[in-house]
């Protein structure tokens, strides 16, 4: 794998962009980059019994619902988390029932992978702009100032 430029001097100097008008290596260096690591971003969303039966399938789903039920006369956060699945729902985002996910998988009522499938509803996953992920804004005049002008 190539080293990163961080710079925008260098960068468009670089094979693909040097030819380029400036507004057109403004836009690449704009656009995602997958060859950038990926991001992960937050975004609610709201889930339920019948989100944990599609996630996880039928059988796991019933299992981890059933073993949720029987410790919720235990524990207090579950009973109340258990009123929400059968309510509204639980935000998949939100950092406490992230955290509350993976106790589970500690107590050994969830497996790995299907937190990490219930923990991937809340996720969108992304990748950055060269632009964004060096921190320098793009425009055709930067492009322009970086290749010599004025």
């Known amino acids: 794998m190539a080293p990163i430029i961080t710079s ?55 299992q981890f619902l059933d073993a949720l039920e029987a410790a919720s006369s235990k ?17 998949a985002a939100n950092p406490v029932v992230r955290q509350q996910i993976d106790s589970l998988v500690d107590t050994g009522v969830l497996s790995k992978a299907s937190a990490d499938s219930l923990k991937a509803l809340g996720e969108v996953k992304r990748f950055p702009s060269w632009a964004e992920y060096n921190g320098i804004e793009v425009t055709a005049r930067t492009v322009g100032l970086a290749r010599g002008g004025k």
């Open 75 to 91: 524990s207090p956060a579950i009973r109340w988390a258990m009123m929400l699945l059968k309510g509204n729902g639980i935000d």
């Open 8 to 62: 925008l001097i260098d960068r468009v100097l670089q094979e693909d962009v040097k030819y380029l008008p400036d507004w057109a290596v403004a836009d690449i260096l704009n656009r995602p980059d997958p060859s950038l690591p990926e991001i992960t971003e937050y975004q609610e969303r709201l889930f339920g019994v019948g989100t944990i039966l599609t996630v996880l399938g039928v059988d796991a789903g019933v």
